[in-house]
Structures are given as C-alpha cells and as structure tokens.
C-alpha cells in the first residue's frame, strides 16, 4: 500500500510559479508510475501530468504544456510538479496519484493523495 502526501501549495499570482511536492511511503516508490490531476470547484477531476518508473518519460496535458514540469527523485521517494508561468484557470485542488502505467484516466490509478489547495489570482 503506498502512501502519498501533496504539500507546496499556496496563493500565487498570475505569472508568478510553485512547486508542488507528493512524498510517498509504503511500497517500492521507484517501480510506480506517478501522476498529477487536478479538480476545480464544480468540474471533474483532470490530468495534468505524469511520470513512468521505468525510464522517467513525462506527459503534459495541453493545457499545462510548457509551463509545469514533473520530475522525480527516487532517492528520496518524492515526485514535483514545478509550475510557472501560472494562471487563474490554474487554480484548483491539486492530487498526485501512483500506479503501474501512467495513464490520463482517474480510474486507471489505484493510490491517492489527499491534494493541496492552489489558488491564483488575477
């Protein structure tokens, strides 16, 4: 059972970066695929980016392309989602997400976390 906790969220402001963190326990974290989603009020829960264990390929929502980059760090059990360049339609609850393949579909990953609030403002 793998364990993931989101942290680095806040208020920024338009144009302005953060970086989010997902720090995972349990499990052997260097064989799992990571992923980022992200849920505004009233809309469902969309990718964002993601990450396979096996050779650190990465994959971008359009929407995000060029402006956030994942990347992990086995060593340390930990997945970031660095975000420049942010805008208001960024803002949302952000939730990483571990499995077996990296996949766009929700359903397609079994661990959650619980998410971390980002708000940008205009």
């Known amino acids: 059972q793998v364990r993931l906790v989101e942290s680095g969220g806040g208020l920024a402001q338009a144009g302005g970066s953060l970086r989010l963190s997902c720090a995972a326990s349990g499990g052997t974290f260097s064989s799992y695929a990571v992923g980022w989603f992200r849920q505004a009020p009233g809309k469902e829960r969309e990718f964002v980016s993601a990450?396979?264990?096996?050779?650190?390929?990465?994959y971008n929502a359009d929407a995000v392309t060029g402006r956030f980059t994942i990347s992990r760090d086995n060593a340390k059990n930990t997945v970031y989602l660095q975000m420049n360049t942010l805008k208001p339609e960024d803002t949302a609850v952000y939730y990483c997400a571990a499995g077996g393949e990296t996949s766009d579909r929700t359903g397609d990953w079994p661990y959650w976390g619980q998410g971390t609030q980002v708000t940008v403002s205009s």
């Open positions: 990450i396979s264990w096996r050779s650190s390929r990465t």
